[in-house]
């Protein structure tokens, strides 16, 4: 085999496979995000669930990134605004809307109207960059997208005829834009910067809005430092994984995977949360396995494939 083509090999359409692998990594941390934090809204306030679950992230972070804080501290002080609203959205309002949404409105309607992110990543990237989405990145997004539905809505399209929308179902939109923009402000991160201290300058602009916000939830709505259930231990442990798992590693993740493959070609891949959400519920908490679960997880990997396939490149003509 050729070096050409055996540089080729580990690549996608011209993308490196680890990006691809980072990305679908992603969608399970995200997606084991739905299953441990399943009943933690009940006895967790929302402002302790969105402070520690970033505390948790930055003080695992601290110790891995402080060589790379050192190195970049020159890139930090210069692209500072975009790091601070890459902080604002991704960090802080997204984790609000969300949260909002989870605790306003049925599980249903939060992952329907959330499903709508990749179709926002879509529209922001047509209208806001010059690398406009290809016509099979649309048919990809409603495949995929389709097939997301069908999980949700455990094939029953009696489901989405019968939803009630509440004030929920706003903030569950309004993440999906959000993450969208998060998702686009990304490429302007300051070049060269290292993941690590992408996300730690990210997180620490969320915890400067968010610890105001949890100081408020203790001092004057009488709210728990963590939670309201005795022995307090499960849901703590939970609470540590969502800030180990789908915060940090969940986060470090899509940024770098975004960063190769761009926000256009990455957001599809979300798609893949209720998949994961649903196997590892059938796995772990004993959920029954249905063909819905099958159909739309193969609707899916239909869409992401048609989402992210290139045309292949001309070969390039023998040596003579």
């Given at each position: ?50 402070f ?143 993941p ?22 203790i001092?004057?709505?009488g ?23 789908p ?20 957001g599809?891949?979300?798609?893949l ?17 249905h ?5 739309g ?20 003509a023998?040596?003579?």
């Amino acid at each position: 085999m050729s070096q050409v083509n055996s540089a080729a090999a580990g690549k996608a359409g011209g993308v490196p496979m680890i990006a691809y692998i980072l990305l679908i990594a992603c969608a399970l941390m995200w997606g084991s995000n739905h299953v441990v934090a399943r009943g933690v809204n009940a006895t967790v306030p929302l402002a302790a669930l969105s402070f520690w679950r970033w505390m948790v992230a930055l003080l695992l972070l601290t110790p891995v990134c402080l060589r790379y804080l050192r190195r970049d501290w020159p890139l930090i002080r210069q692209g500072w605004k975009p790091i601070f609203l890459i902080g604002t959205t991704g960090t802080f309002l997204f984790t609000i809307a969300i949260y909002l949404a989870a605790y306003n409105t049925t599980a249903v309607n939060t992952g329907l109207l959330n499903a709508t992110t990749p179709i926002w990543v879509l529209l922001f990237a047509s209208l806001l960059t010059a690398d406009k989405p290809r016509m099979t990145q649309w048919v990809g997004v409603l495949v995929a997208g389709l097939g997301t539905a069908v999980i949700i809505a455990k094939g029953d399209i009696n489901v989405f005829l019968e939803m009630d929308f509440v004030s929920g179902d706003l903030f569950a939109l309004i993440s999906a834009m959000i993450w969208a923009a998060y998702s686009m402000l990304l490429k302007y991160a300051p070049r060269g910067i290292h993941p690590f201290s992408l996300i730690f300058g990210s997180i620490v602009v969320g915890l400067v809005y968010l610890f105001p916000i949890y100081l408020w939830s203790i001092l004057v709505n009488g709210d728990p430092y963590f939670t309201r259930l005795d022995p307090a231990w499960p849901d703590m442990l939970k609470i540590a994984y969502i800030g180990a798992g789908p915060a940090f590693l969940g986060y470090l993740f899509w940024n770098r995977g975004v960063g190769m493959v761009g926000a256009a070609n990455a957001g599809v891949f979300l798609y893949l949360m209720p998949a994961f959400a649903s196997v590892l519920a059938i796995i772990f908490l004993g959920e029954e396995l249905h063909l819905y679960h099958l159909g739309g997880i193969a609707l899916i990997a239909v869409g992401i494939w048609r989402a992210t396939r290139r045309k292949a490149a001309p070969a390039a003509a023998p040596a003579k």
